[in-house]
C-alpha cells in the first residue's frame, strides 16, 4: 500500500514529467486537497498509508493538472489579500500582482466605490471587507463571471453591500463614486501566443486581452471615469509594466489629474492612479 510520502514522490514526478512549473509544490497542494487536509499536515502523516479514498481524487487531480489546468482552478479556490475566493474556469485567476491595487486603493477613504471587470470580485470584495461601511458596485459583461462573484460576496457576508452588474465598463453606469478600480484585460493581441498553456488554454480570454494594443479599456474607463467621479475622487487601475505612460496620458486626457504609480514587489510598474480634480472657485 502507498504512503503519503510515497504519493508525494510520484505526484511531483508525474508532474515534472508534464513540464509542470513547481512539480512539488503543486504536488504537496493537490495530495492535500485529494486527501482534505492542509498541506502542513503531510510533512507528520509522511509514512502513514494513503487512504484509499484519497485515490480517485488525487488521480483527478493530477490528470488535470498534467493537462495544465491551473492549481486553483483543481482546488476551486485561491487566497488574496485576507479572504479565500472561488475560482472556476469563467473568472481570471486572481493574481498576487493585483494587491498591489488593493493597497492603493486603501490609501485612500471612500464610501462608494466601483469596480470594472470585477471577475472573481476578489478586489472589489477585499476593499468592502476592509471598509465595513462602504458600498460597492461591481461590473462586468461576464455573467457566468457575476455568478461566481456573488457567490464570493454571499460567502464573505457581503451580499447586502457589493452589488453586482451586467454591463460593458461605464456604460449606463451613474455615480458620483468616490473610487473607481479596475484590472481590465490589458495585454496585446501579439502577447497571447506567449503565455503559458495555465493562462492561454484554461483562464477565460475576454479577461486577458482586448486586443489590439491591450489599451482599448483603458480608453473606455479613463474618457468617462471624471463624469462618474465625486470631486476629488480616485481612478486606480492596474497595468502591464509597460503601460504606465500611455495609460497616464489617457487619464490626463479624460480630464483626471495628479498621475502616480505603484509598483509591485518585483519593482514593476503595476498601477496607476490619477484624481478627478475639485471644480475650480468662482475667484471671489
Ligand atoms: C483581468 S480580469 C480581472 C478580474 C478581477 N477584477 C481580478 O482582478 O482578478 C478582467 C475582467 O474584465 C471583464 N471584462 C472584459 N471586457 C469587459 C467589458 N467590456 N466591460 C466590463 N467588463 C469586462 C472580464 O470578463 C474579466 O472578468
Not at 493574481?95 to 486603501?106: D, I, Y
Not at 469596480?115 to 462586468?140: F, M, N, Y
Not at 479596475?182 to 486577458?208: F, T
Request: hydrophobic share 50%; glycine share 10%; proline share 8%.
Amino acid at each position: 500500500m502507498s504512503t503519503v510520502a510515497a504519493a508525494l514522490r510520484n505526484a511531483a514526478a508525474r508532474l515534472r514529467a508534464a513540464g509542470i512549473d513547481d512539480p512539488a509544490g503543486d504536488a504537496r497542494r493537490l495530495v492535500a486537497h485529494a486527501l482534505g487536509w492542509p498541506p502542513a499536515r503531510l510533512v507528520i502523516a509522511g509514512p502513514d498509508p494513503l487512504p484509499p479514498e484519497a485515490a480517485a481524487p488525487l488521480e483527478a487531480a493530477l490528470a488535470a493538472r498534467c493537462a495544465h489546468r491551473p492549481v486553483a482552478q483543481i482546488l476551486g479556490w485561491r487566497a488574496f489579500w485576507r479572504h479565500a475566493f472561488e475560482v472556476t474556469p469563467d473568472v481570471l485567476d486572481p493574481r498576487p500582482e493585483t494587491e498591489v491595487l488593493v493597497a492603493a486603493a486603501l490609501e485612500g477613504t471612500f464610501a462608494r466605490v466601483l469596480d470594472l471587470g470585477t471577475g472573481s470580485g476578489c478586489v472589489l470584495l477585499s476593499l468592502l471587507a476592509e471598509r465595513p461601511a462602504a458600498r460597492g458596485l461591481g461590473i462586468d459583461v461576464s455573467d457566468a463571471a457575476l455568478a461566481v462573484a456573488r457567490r464570493n460576496a454571499a460567502r464573505l457576508g457581503l451580499s447586502d453591500r457589493a452589488t453586482l452588474r451586467h454591463g460593458d465598463w461605464l456604460a449606463g453606469v451613474s455615480g458620483p463614486f468616490d473610487l473607481i478600480v479596475s484590472n481590465p484585460p490589458y495585454l496585446a493581441a501579439h502577447e497571447l501566443a506567449g503565455l503559458a498553456p495555465e493562462v492561454r488554454d484554461w483562464e477565460p480570454a475576454i479577461a486577458l486581452s482586448p486586443g489590439g494594443d491591450g489599451l482599448d479599456a483603458y480608453r473606455a474607463i479613463a474618457a468617462g471615469a471624471a463624469a462618474v467621479l465625486a470631486p476629488g475622487g480616485v481612478l486606480a487601475v492596474e497595468i502591464g509594466p509597460t503601460q504606465a505612460e500611455a495609460v497616464a496620458a489617457l487619464m490626463r486626457s479624460g480630464g483626471l489629474a495628479g498621475t502616480q504609480l505603484r509598483r509591485d514587489l518585483d519593482g514593476r510598474a503595476r498601477v496607476v492612479l490619477a484624481h478627478r480634480p475639485a471644480p475650480q472657485g468662482d475667484g471671489l
